[in-house]
């Protein structure tokens, strides 16, 4: 498996280079009845881990849904996760979002591989100037050197990584009109697919709990602060 390293505590890539966080935690929870040995090793970037996924070498994945990407890969029904999609800036430049026409003119820092759905996209390359990175560390940090005007990430690793890389003060951030959602994907080439019903009917057996994904997600951002040394004191919402 392999995801998005720049989402926690929903998806990062921790200190021992495998990935980890709240989706990692679902798909293992799926595949081990089955008996599936799990490498979850990753030393790419999300858009290498999406190639990887396309050409077979990586069975499955979480990430949201675009019509893209299901050329190549196959969701499970029901989403594990909605993600609300915030807008950063830097402090001293603050936006008040009324539409993603709003940023024309702007230079926004994105992701290379994300996608905020086929709609939000579409207005992403139809007006602002944008600037390709491979980690939000680099989005950010240009962020707080007035080098970017604006970066879209969800609102839980956003603000987690603003307090990781001590850029609170430097930067804000305002909801946008765009949530999105978090799906477990399999390979096209995987014969994980043979599964499908199977994990289908698994997965929808864990969301019954409303508290599963809830407890997760805190579990996670504890497991992020020390993955990184940080205090899981601090204050993040």
Sequence with gaps: MC????????????????????????????????????DAQQDSNWRRCLKEVELGSVDMLSGFKTD????????????????????????????????????AGLRVGVLMGDSFGNEVDAALHEYPSLEFVSTQDQNLLKLAD???????????????????????GKIGYTETDVS??????????????????????????????????AKLVSQYRQKYHSDLGLNTGSRNQ
Aim: aromatic share 10%; proline share 8%; hydrophobic share 45%.
């Design 3 to 38: 995801g998005n390293s720049a989402y926690p505590p929903v998806s990062w890539v921790n200190s021992h280079e495998e990935i980890d966080g709240v989706n990692v935690a679902v798909m293992r929870m799926l595949l081990e009845p089955l008996g599936v040995t799990i």
């Design 68 to 103: 893209q990407r299901q050329t190549f890969m196959v969701y499970l029904d029901a989403p594990v996760i909605r993600e609300v999609i915030y807008l950063y800036y830097p402090i001293k430049h603050p936006l008040v979002f009324s539409g993603w026409e709003d940023m």
């Design 146 to 168: 007035n080098r970017l005007d604006v970066v879209p990430m969800g609102k839980l690793s956003g603000q987690l990584d603003v307090h990781r890389l001590g850029l609170e």
């Design 180 to 213: 999105d959602f978090w799906y477990l994907a399999i390979s096209k080439k995987s014969p994980l697919l043979k599964w499908l019903p199977f994990l289908n009917q698994r997965l929808n057996t864990l969301l019954q709990d409303p508290d599963t994904v």
